[in-house]
């Protein structure tokens, strides 16, 4: 099984900032883009940033000069630094991956469960 769990959500004011990570875990055999998405109430699911494995990275313009990703390989984990942050910004954050697993030929996109951000005074 293979499992990513994100973490370092919580409440913070205006112009604060937050960093979040995620963990890939199970039974990888090598991960190739990953992303951050947010889903804010009463919105659609919006893509934040992506990271390749070569470290290629996307932003959306919302986010773009605000947050950064980044990635560690070795250890299959992911951050997003989330500087400024400002009360639209408020939503639950999760991670994706593009993993494949041993004995297996193709990539699957798994999800983490989505850690709560809250920007407010």
């Known amino acids: 099984q293979v499992q990513l769990v994100e973490s370092g959500g919580g409440l913070v004011q205006p112009g604060g900032s937050l960093r979040l990570s995620c963990a890939a875990s199970g039974t990888i055999f090598s991960i190739n883009a990953m992303g951050w998405h947010r889903q804010a109430p009463g919105k659609e699911r919006e893509l934040l940033a992506t990271?390749?494995?070569?470290?290629?990275?996307n932003y959306a313009d919302s986010v773009k000069g605000r947050f950064t990703i980044s990635r560690d390989n070795a250890k299959n984990t992911m951050s997003l630094q989330m500087n400024n942050l400002k009360p639209a910004d408020t939503a639950v954050y999760y991670c994706t991956a593009a993993i494949k697993k041993y004995s297996v030929s193709y990539y699957t996109t798994y999800w983490g469960q989505g850690t709560q951000v809250t920007v407010s005074s």
């Open positions: 990271i390749t494995s070569g470290g290629i990275m």
